[in-house]
Nanobody, 116 residues
């Protein structure tokens, strides 16, 4: 059974940093690319960052380029999102995502709030 468990969210002041983690199980982590999405209240879920199965190819939404870094530890079956220079508009629930055997899976999400 595929499971994705996000953690690391919280309340941070503008300009601060957070590192999100996504612990994965129930599938062969090293076989697949992974992604982070976010959803703000009243908005559609949007793709934030993706990485390939090795972690050496990454892509980012324009809104987070240069501030966020996606990475993975294949030995720990864990996906990360390092978020720096956080802005109020980064406030959202953040989800990790994987496609496995033709299906998409989501974690429960972790809330990130940027406010002074």
């Amino acid at each position: 059974q595929v499971q994705l468990v996000e953690s690391g969210g919280g309340l941070v002041q503008p300009g601060g940093s957070l590192r999100l983690s996504c612990a994965a199980s129930g599938f062969t982590f090293t076989f697949v690319g992974m992604s982070w999405y976010r959803q703000a209240p009243g908005k559609e879920r949007e793709l934030v960052a993706s990485t390939n199965r090795l972690g050496d190819i990454t892509s980012y939404a324009d809104s987070v380029k240069g501030r966020f870094t996606i990475s993975r530890d294949n030995a720990k079956n864990t996906l990360y999102l390092q978020m720096n220079s956080l802005k109020p508009e980064d406030t959202a629930t953040y989800y990790c995502n994987v496609r496995w055997s033709g299906l998409g899976y989501w974690g429960q999400g972790t809330q990130v709030t940027i406010s002074s």
